[in-house]
């Protein structure tokens, strides 16, 4: 990361809120589920498909972990009674792996249920170094016991490719993106060159074993890449897709698209917008640099 990249990361705290809401609106939905779903429909004739996500995680009170749970839960219905292509997606401390681990493993079998008694499909999202061995196992366990369950990989992580490994041999389905979050060197790869190669080495892995891969990037690079991966290994349409976040890079997106690949974005919503925000911000010098010209008045 550069000095003025740095800077501009440091400064973010500084910035507004309002500020920040006005640019980083692109990312999030809204506040309301009713955003969310006119995100959807207007994605849906665009061509792609969605998984939706309650903002918010590293939650330490009970009750609102199960406030969140039960949240989750109505999504399900709500995505039958609108007709919406669209998956879920949970982050484990929002479900209280930070309170208790039976908690938060109770509250994901409840949402596990309840999707496949809907015939949907929830992904239990990757978080930081310290959720990798409770989410992988709880993964396992509840795709043996529904079926309805898909996980994450982050490539940058040394593990990834053990990981591949141990996934189950008979309906395996994962989501493999770079990963956001900034882990030390003796469990991550840090330098940009070598995650692009683990994330084409993790890729390969994937597809040559067969499993469901969503290909999560934004990166034009690996788009090309997966696109000669799947050529070689002549993996059918139903066995992969192509997964973006909500407002990078929609040109890349359309194009995806338009070759004939399925594609779901991350839509996410409520009220927990600001730290999302920010870290998407934080992952993004360039719009960082909008927000910080937008605090000095600059155009």
């Known amino acids: 990361m550069s000095l003025f990249t740095r800077m501009i990361v440091g400064m973010l705290p500084l910035v507004p809120k309002p500020i920040v809401g006005f640019v980083a609106k692109r990312y999030v939905a809204g506040v309301k589920l009713e955003n969310a779903i006119d995100v959807i429909r207007q994605l849906d004739r665009e061509g792609a498909c969605a998984t939706l996500d309650i903002l918010g995680e590293s939650v330490t009170d009970r009750g609102k972990a199960e406030w969140f749970t039960q949240q989750y839960i109505g999504l399900f219905e ?3 009674t609108h007709n919406l292509f669209s998956t879920v997606s949970v982050k484990p401390t929002m479900l209280g792996l930070n309170i208790d681990e039976g908690l938060c493993r109770a509250n994901l079998d409840l949402i596990a249920a309840t999707a496949k008694a809907q015939g949907n499909t929830v992904c239990i999202d990757m978080e930081d170094r310290t ?4 989410t992988l196992s709880s993964y396992r366990e509840l795709l043996a016991r529904y079926g309805s369950v898909t996980t994450v990989l982050q490539a940058r992580m040394h593990r990834t490719l053990s990981d591949i490994d141990s996934l189950p041999g008979d309906g395996a389905s994962v989501r493999l993106c770079k990963g956001i979050y900034l882990e030390p ?5 840090t330098e940009y060159h070598t995650i692009r ?10 597809l040559s074993r067969g499993i ?9 690079y690996l788009v090309q890449e997966a696109f000669a991966l799947l050529d070689h290994y002549r993996v059918p349409r139903e066995k ?12 890349l997106r359309r194009l995806v698209i338009g070759l004939g690949h399925r594609l779901r974005v991350y839509v996410p919503f409520g009220k927990e917008w600001y730290a999302y925000s920010t870290r998407r911000l934080r992952e993004n010098p360039d719009i960082g640099r ?10």
């Open 290 to 299: 909008h927000v910080v010209r937008a605090f000095f008045g600059l155009r």
């Open 212 to 220: 469901f891969t969503g290909i999560a990037t934004h990166d034009e």
């Open 78 to 80: 709500t995505i039958k």
């Open 185 to 189: 060197r003796s469990v991550a790869w």
């Open 240 to 251: 992969y897709e192509f997964q973006m976040l909500l407002g990078v890079d929609p040109g």
């Open 131 to 134: 959720t990798t061995d409770f």
């Open 197 to 206: 190669r683990a994330y084409v080495s993790a890729l390969e892995k994937l």
